[in-house]
Structures are given as structure tokens and as C-alpha cells.
């Protein structure tokens, strides 16, 4: 199927194509349709497949289209809600794409920088507004913004929302908005509280699903390290002296940790940058184009921070520290491979991350290929337990064209070291 198929007007069609999209992905395929039917949305999606155009094509053909009606009124007639101010300040540049010959008008605002040029485009109007909770409610309580004329609003990353505390600040902004309206909620993973949230705010939706959380893309190159903590810095520099490794996001559990590793990074003489909450929007903002730009190599970043982070073309990620949420796994790795590119994620695991990563496996149900033709090797590995899969490990010998060359080896089983 191509985007003509999906009676996509000509001003879209001409901006889609400008970006080089030929082909929908599958849950721009589903969701388009049911979006400009006029029907609400329910939207679980992992995050990578396409998300963001899936709802702001078909809500810029909407408003483009009710624009020239006589009894169309000033105001914000669309609102997207997101979590952090990286992927609200990417969303817009996605409706700011898409929309280029649309003729509607659109802002972001967020907090952490000065409210004054955000309120100034406010004061000027705007069609379409996306925005975090906190400043979007800031805003409304001095007077700057109105929800009264919204007729689409999106609930983006609800599961992250819940994540971050924003659950209340939401339940508060959709009570201003219009009893009428059209809504739209992705979120990329569905567990009560979300299912239950969604309830109350949507409308007989019709829901879309597009590979649960539990998978990984068939495109990533899944690799495992066991190392010590102590080797992971000297693992790192190891395998950044590859060149195939252009630019490498990689992940740390805690903001401590992101910062640590970049200062690291830079001492041995690869250029590195951190990216959490505690760093201004503007060095956040520096650090993300110096990444995208590939003048920084290395992108060093909390699961936090890294939420909506949408690089074209990112080879690879790698866990320095692994998650203590299994489905966190799933959405860091999913910052490459994005919408059927090739990628390929490399993780570490020291002793006291073994538990981490049996509750990662019980998730994905899949074993990852261990490489074990390495500097530094942890003294003991028996203590990985994979699902079920196979009873003993298998042993491969791996040269694929990633640039690592080792014995790489599947485990599984219950194996356990007493």
C-alpha cells in the first residue's frame, strides 16, 4: 500500500513524499483511516514503528480541510500531550514537516526554559499546540491558553506519563477539555492503570496494535557481554575503536552514571555527551543536534531522558548498565531498527545485573547471542536463565558483518551456579 491509497490530500501527499515516505508503516496503515473517519483511537505501539505520523497526517488533514468552513473559530483546535520536552519539541517538528503546505499553525511548549517567546506565539495564535503537562497546566492558570475550541486532543506515551508521575496533571487537563471532541491515546505499553485511564477518556475507540512489548524487532542485531563492573569503561573504549560504530547512544540507569560515562568517554578521546533531566533544555537541546549532526559519537543518556529521542539511521545502542524494568530493554533497543531499518544492540552484564537480565529474557522470550571472545570476561557466567528455548547452551562461531568476530553462544535453560 502507498500513502495515495489512504485518500490523503494533495498538500500532504507532496510533503509526505519530500521526507521520503513511500510506504506506510503498519500502524500509519491502520490508524489513518480510522483517524480521519472521526472516530477515537486506541493505540498500543511500541515505540520505532511510526507513531507520531500515524496521528499528526491524518489530524492535519482534518483541520486543513474544516479550516475554510464559515463557521470555523479562532483558537487551538488540536492538542498533543507528551511527556518530556525531547520528543514534544519532535512531534512538532513532525507536524511542521508534514504540514509545510497545509496552511495551519503550530507551537510547542515545554517547561525548563522562559515562558516568554512560547506565550508570544500563543498570543498570535496557533491551530495546533503539543505540550507537557506541567507547563501546558502553567499556562492555562495564567490565562495564555484555552482548551475550549479543541476538537482532536492525543494522550502520546500514556505508560510513560504513568512513569513519570503525570497521571493527575492529566486527569486535570482533560477535564478542560470539550465534552466533544475526538481523542487519541497511544501508548506503547497497556497495563491496568493505563487500560483504566483510557477508559475514562475515550469513546467506542477502535483500537490498533502493532507488535506488543514483549518483541523486538526482527532488524536488531541483539548482542550480550558479561563483564565485570569494573571493565565495563575498558569494554566501551574496546569496542568504540570499530569504526563501523559511527554514533552510539548509549545507556546508563542513573543521571550520576550518564554523566560518568561521557566524562570517561571524552578523557580517552571519543567525543561524548550526556543527556538526562538535570541538564538545562538548552544543553539538552545542543547535545541531541551534536548527535543528530554525528559531531558528538557517543550520546550517553537515561531511559528518561531518551524517551522520543528519534534518530534517522542509529546503527547502534548499547546497555552499558542494563534496565531494572524488562520492558524498558525493549524500548531502548527500539532506538534503532526503527520502522524496518537494520540495527544492532550490544549489551553488558555484570554479576549484580544477572537478575535484570533473567527478567529481560522471561519478556522476550528469545535467548541473546553471548559473545564471549572478548578483553575482559566475567570470571563466571553460569548464572543467565533464559525462558525455556533450549536445555544446554549452543555454541556458534559468529563473523557477521557488524565488525565483531567471537564465539558467540545462545544460552538458556535453568543453569545455576551454588
Known amino acids: ?72 473559530t479562532r483558537g487551538i483546535k488540536a492538542l498533543i500531550l507528551t511527556p518530556t520536552r525531547e520528543l514534544a519539541i519532535q512531534i512538532e517538528e513532525s507536524f511542521a514537516a508534514y504540514g509545510k503546505y497545509a496552511g ?10 522562559p515562558q516568554g517567546r512560547q506565550t508570544q506565539i500563543l498570543q498570535r495564535g496557533v491551530d495546533i499546540l503539543v505540550a507537557t503537562p506541567g507547563r501546558l497546566l502553567d499556562l492555562i492558570d495564567q490565562g495564555y491558553i484555552s482548551l475550549r475550541e479543541i476538537q482532536l486532543f492525543v494522550l502520546d506515551e500514556a505508560d510513560r506519563m504513568l512513569d513519570m508521575g503525570f497521571v493527575h496533571d492529566v486527569r486535570k487537563i482533560v477535564s478542560k477539555l470539550p465534552q466533544k471532541r475526538q481523542t487519541l491515546f497511544f501508548s506503547a505499553t497497556m497495563p491496568p492503570e493505563i487500560q483504566k485511564l483510557a477508559n475514562t477518556i475515550l469513546v467506542n475507540p477502535e483500537k490498533v496494535e502493532v507488535t506488543p512489548v514483549s518483541s523486538t524487532a526482527d532488524t536488531i542485531q541483539q548482542q550480550l557481554y558479561f563483564v565485570e563492573k569494573k571493565d565495563k569503561k575498558s569494554l566501551l573504549l574496546h569496542l568504540l575503536k570499530n569504526n563501523a560504530i559511527n554514533t552510539a547512544l548509549v545507556f546508563t540507569r542513573t543521571k550520576h552514571g550518564a554523566d560518568k560515562v561521557a566524562q570517561e568517554l571524552n578523557r580517552a578521546g571519543v567525543r561524548a555527551e550526556a543527556i538526562h533531566g538535570n ?7 545542543a547535545a541531541l543536534s551534536n548527535f ?68 529481560i529474557h522471561k519478556v522476550i522470550l528469545k535467548s541473546i547471542p553471548v559473545v564471549e571472545d572478548h578483553p575482559f570476561p566475567m570470571s563466571n557466567t553460569s548464572l543467565v536463565q533464559y525462558p525455556s528455548m533450549h536445555k544446554k547452551p549452543v555454541n556458534q562461531r559468529n563473523s557477521s558483518s557488524n565488525g565483531y568476530r567471537g564465539v558467540q553462544r545462545s544460552w538458556s535453560g535453568s543453569q545455576r551456579n551454588h
Open 1 to 72: 500500500m502507498s500513502f495515495e491509497n489512504l485518500q490523503l490530500i494533495e498538500p500532504l501527499l507532496r510533503a509526505v513524499k519530500q521526507e521520503g515516505y513511500t510506504h506506510p508503516t503498519p500502524i500509519q496503515e491502520k490508524s489513518i483511516p480510522i483517524i480521519l473517519s472521526r472516530r477515537d483511537l486506541l493505540g498500543c505501539a511500541q515505540t520505532g514503528t511510526g507513531k507520531t505520523a500515524a496521528f499528526a497526517i491524518p489530524m492535519l488533514q482534518i483541520l486543513h480541510q474544516e479550516k475554510s468552513l464559515p463557521n470555523n
Open 104 to 113: 495551519l499553525r503550530h507551537t510547542v511548549i515545554f517547561g525548563g526554559v
Open 279 to 285: 541538564k538545562s533544555q538548552n544543553a539538552r537541546q
Open 292 to 359: 543528530k549532526n554525528q559531531q558528538t559519537r557517543v550520546l550517553v543518556a537515561t531511559d528518561i531522558a531518551a524517551r522520543g529521542i528519534d534518530i534517522d539511521e542509529l546503527s547502534h545502542v548499547i546497555n552499558y548498565e542494563l534496565p531494572n524494568v524488562p520492558e524498558t530493554y525493549v524500548h531502548r533497543i527500539g532506538r534503532t531498527g526503527r520502522a524496518g531499518a537494520s540495527g544492532i544492540a550490544l549489551s553488558f552484564c555484570d554479576q549484580e545485573e544477572k537478575e535484570f537480565l533473567r527478567d
